[in-house]
């Protein structure tokens, strides 16, 4: 009896010890079959520095690389009144593949545009955000305006040579510009995007 249950028992485990085995190994493949283009670990929330955020590290150039596929580097720049990383490709021609830009309260008050103010009041970076969107839904028809779903806060996207996505998330407003004309188009936007929120505070 007890010689019974030991064999039934010795069964059991060898049974379960086959599935798990063929299980990790298919696991295995399929991770082998289908590359991630995300980072593998969890990126840390940037913090405000001084009320602004480096647009450089929303998104690192390798990651920027793993989704386009060629080679890149990348350089902090202002935008009209926008915080920006321009990420361009490093063959010869150089060409400028992406923008990534980041608006805080103070870096409209930093800017001190008229066009950025009510009376003598610098706007806030949610104001500037929902005028952006004002704008371009006005024009939408040229532009291809929608608006778009989880991603931050808000989102909306538009686009005529370039390919464009502002996302306000507490009270930032970001913004991602593509050159469709080096294949950064808009679902290759949000790939980037979907990096950038783990990072965004």
């Excluded at 009320?51 to 690192?60: A, F, K, M, T, Y």
């Excluded at 060629?70 to 150089?94: A, G, R």
């Excluded at 991603?151 to 686009?159: R, S």
């Amino acid at each position: 009896m007890k010689s019974d249950s030991l064999s039934r028992g010795s069964i059991i485990y060898s049974i379960v010890l086959i599935m798990l085995i063929s299980v990790s190994c298919s696991v295995a493949i399929t991770t082998e079959a289908t590359p991630t283009i995300v980072p593998t670990s969890t990126p840390e929330r940037l913090m405000l520095i001084g009320g602004e955020i480096d647009p450089c590290l929303l998104i690192n150039s390798e990651e920027v690389e793993t989704v386009l596929g060629v080679k890149v580097s990348s350089e902090k720049i202002f935008l009209d009144y926008m915080p920006s990383c321009k990420y361009f490709s490093t063959t010869n021609n150089q060409p400028v593949l992406l923008f990534v830009s980041a608006v805080t309260d103070v870096s409209i008050k930093k800017a001190d545009q008229p066009w950025l103010k009510e009376g003598n009041v610098p706007i806030s970076a949610m104001e500037a955000y929902e005028r952006e969107r004002m704008i371009m839904l006005m024009r939408s028809e040229f532009y291809k305006f929608k608006d778009l779903d989880n991603l931050g806060d808000q989102a909306f996207l538009y686009g005529t040579i370039s390919s464009v996505i502002s996302v306000l998330r507490n009270n930032i407003f970001y913004q991602f510009t593509g050159r469709t004309d080096h294949g950064v188009d808009h679902d290759t936007l949000l790939k980037l995007i979907r990096i950038g929120l783990e990072r965004m505070p």
